[in-house]
């Protein structure tokens, strides 16, 4: 996973990165969240069915704060907390919404799927 | 094309049909599609043949694997063990893909999907991506990567 994050730094012509369906958890959500900040002309990352935790997702969503050129990202299916969602949805949602037209942030808690999703072209979010 | 390489089999003696349409169309082939890995495919043998190679995606699909599962117990010439080892990538092959990368001068889409490829293979897959200038769109989905890359 270092070795892909150390290409991912140094590419210029990626534009969009599937990693759908992986295990990747640890010290591989540090490196692509390093990667996130970096502003490598990435404009979409799929990292849905992963096992992010609570720690990779908030230095993901701190790393998309200082990225202009990303348009989409997918974080849905991961082990991510609801109090890590909410705490970056509510207090600091004026910095991640400079830039994304999208955010996938599907959740699922006690079988009953929690959908956050924003729009940023009609200011209109819906749960 | 794409089904000519498949069901590719060597005491068929279908090569020459195959290499009379290949000779023709090299030029012409900018995507190359495999549905499942074919065991013995040398992959760093892939930029000299596709010369103006755009798009390329090999699968691994299970189906087609039951399929050939099915076939190969009702005619009984291997058992199931030797099948799996047979289909899928492996690591020696990743390593042929690695150096091949650097030399597909026009490609832009890399899709390996399910193809088991862990760690170790996406080292050496991301050693021959930094070779390369072109590449826009990398779909690794499917597969068995974790953290443990980072650990050497």
């Known amino acids: 996973m270092i070795k892909l994050s150390s290409y991912l730094l140094r590419t210029r012509t990626l534009i969009s990165l599937d990693l759908t369906n992986n295990q990747i958890s640890g010290e591989g959500g ?3 969240s390093l ?4 502003n490598t002309g990435l404009k979409l990352i799929k990292l849905a069915m992963n096992r992010f935790d609570d720690q990779n997702a908030s230095l993901i969503l701190k790393a998309l704060t200082k990225n202009t050129l990303l348009e989409e990202i997918d974080l849905s299916s991961n082990e991510i907390g609801i109090m890590v969602i909410e705490i970056w949805f509510y207090l600091r949602l004026e910095d991640l919404l400079k830039n994304y037209l999208f955010i996938y942030l599907f959740k699922y ?8 999703l924003f729009e940023i072209k009609h200011h209109s979010f819906s749960y | 094309m794409k089904n000519l390489i498949c069901n590719f089999n060597p005491e068929m003696g279908k090569k020459d049909e195959i ?8 030029r012409y082939i900018f995507n190359l599609e495999l549905p499942t890995y074919p065991a013995g495919f040398d992959l760093s043998l892939i930029p000299n043949y596709f010369v103006n190679l755009a798009s390329l995606e090999i699968k691994y699909s299970p189906e087609l694997k039951e399929d050939r599962k099915t076939n190969f117990l009702k005619k009984k010439l291997t058992p199931i063990k030797d099948e799996y080892t047979k289909f899928g990538m492996r690591f020696t092959d990743m390593k042929k893909f690695a150096i091949a990368i650097g030399e597909l001068d026009y490609i ?3 899709s390996l999907q399910g193809n088991f490829i862990d760690d170790e293979m996406i080292k050496w897959l991301s050693t021959g991506l930094i070779t390369n ?4 769109n990398l ?3 499917n597969n068995k990567i974790t ?5 050497f």
């Open chain 1, 30 to 32: 540090f490196a692509l």
């Open chain 1, 35 to 38: 990667v996130i900040k970096e």
């Open chain 1, 109 to 116: 808690l006690d079988k009953q799927s929690f959908i956050i």
């Open chain 2, 19 to 26: 290499l009379k349409y290949f000779n023709i169309l090299y």
């Open chain 2, 108 to 110: 832009l889409n890399i």
């Open chain 2, 133 to 136: 200038h072109t590449l826009r």
């Open chain 2, 139 to 141: 779909d690794l989905s």
């Open chain 2, 147 to 151: 953290e443990q890359g980072y650990i």
